[in-house]
């Protein structure tokens, strides 16, 4: 028996609805695709690896998270054999490395994360993907 449709009313034309929309398919595609690693946890992969001996207030700040749950993160993250923490010069700071470990998935995971980025972005011409992205970047600034 098929479902009637709900009438959508004002919600279709609605920024916050069709980016949540948007956003649940996504990470619908993203957990398939890449499993075992949220979309956040690779995002701190990438910004260590681009970042060697970031410290975790910096990477909570570029990340707009609080320290404390940063730490979590790192600890969590730490305890996978991803990431270490080395002191840091001035010894009151530790700075942040992928491990071998670490890096070896999150280069399996950025080959899965291409082929995500691939399908998701299938309906839309190059220009469009573009387009999207520098609109996104407007909106979260």
């Given at each position: 028996?098929?479902?009637?449709?709900?009438?959508?009313?004002?919600?279709?034309?609605?920024?916050?609805?069709?980016?949540?929309l948007?956003?649940?398919a996504v990470?619908?595609?993203?957990?398939?695709?890449?499993?075992?690693?949220?979309?956040?946890?690779?995002?701190l992969?990438?910004?260590?690896?681009?970042?060697?001996?970031?410290?975790?207030?910096?990477?909570?700040?570029a990340?707009?998270?609080?320290?404390?749950?940063m730490?979590?993160?790192?600890?969590?993250?730490?305890?996978?054999?991803?990431?270490?923490?080395?002191?840091?010069?001035?010894?009151?700071?530790?700075?942040?490395?992928?491990?071998?470990s670490?890096?070896?998935?999150?280069?399996?995971?950025?080959?899965?994360?291409?082929?995500?980025?691939?399908?998701?972005?299938?309906r839309?011409?190059?220009?469009?993907?573009?387009?999207?992205?520098?609109?996104?970047?407007?909106?979260?600034?």
């Amino acid at each position: 028996m098929k479902r009637a449709s709900l009438a959508q009313g004002a919600l279709p034309g609605l920024l916050g609805y069709r980016l949540r929309l948007a956003q649940q398919a996504v990470f619908r595609d993203f957990a398939a695709s890449v499993q075992g690693l949220s979309p956040g946890r690779v995002g701190l992969l990438i910004l260590i690896d681009a970042n060697p001996g970031i410290t975790q207030s910096r990477l909570a700040e570029a990340v707009a998270r609080d320290r404390s749950t940063m730490v979590g993160l790192i600890d969590l993250l730490e305890r996978r054999g991803l990431v270490e923490r080395r002191r840091g010069d001035d010894r009151r700071t530790n700075g942040l490395w992928l491990t071998r470990s670490g890096r070896r998935l999150l280069a399996r995971a950025l080959r899965r994360i291409a082929a995500h980025e691939r399908r998701i972005a299938s309906r839309l011409s190059a220009a469009e993907r573009r387009r999207l992205l520098r609109l996104l970047g407007k909106i979260s600034g």
